[in-house]
């Protein structure tokens, strides 16, 4: 059975840091594209950045220069490091494996920051 189980959420003034976790199982992890997404309020599920099998990283433009994606493969866990958050970074938080014919969610774990 696929499970995604994200953990590392909270509420964080701004300019603060939180770091996302993402522990994998039941799958091949290391052949999985892992990515960052998030769904604020009354928007649509964007996003945030994305880790490839070999590495390779992409970021949406928002969060550039302040999130950092990786991944530890003998641990089957992806994160996402976040520094100097910005209140329109609360959202919720979900962790997505894919690879061809493979799409798998997470629950989700919110963030909420203050200003």
């Known amino acids: 059975q696929v499970q995604l189980v994200e953990s590392g959420g909270g509420l964080v003034q701004a300019g603060g840091s939180l770091r996302l976790s993402c522990a994998a199982s039941g799958i091949r992890f290391r052949v999985y594209t892992m990515g960052w997404y998030r769904q604020a309020p009354g928007k649509q599920r964007e996003l945030v950045a994305h880790i490839t099998e070999s590495t390779g990283t992409n970021y949406a433009d928002s969060v550039k220069g302040r999130f950092t994606i990786s991944r530890d493969n003998a641990k089957n866990t992806v994160y996402l490091q976040m520094n100097n958050l910005k209140p329109e970074d609360t959202a919720v938080y979900y962790c997505?494996?894919?690879?061809?014919?493979?799409?798998?969610w997470g629950q989700g774990t919110p963030v909420s920051v203050s200003s």
């Open positions: 997505n494996a894919n690879r061809p014919g493979h799409n798998t």
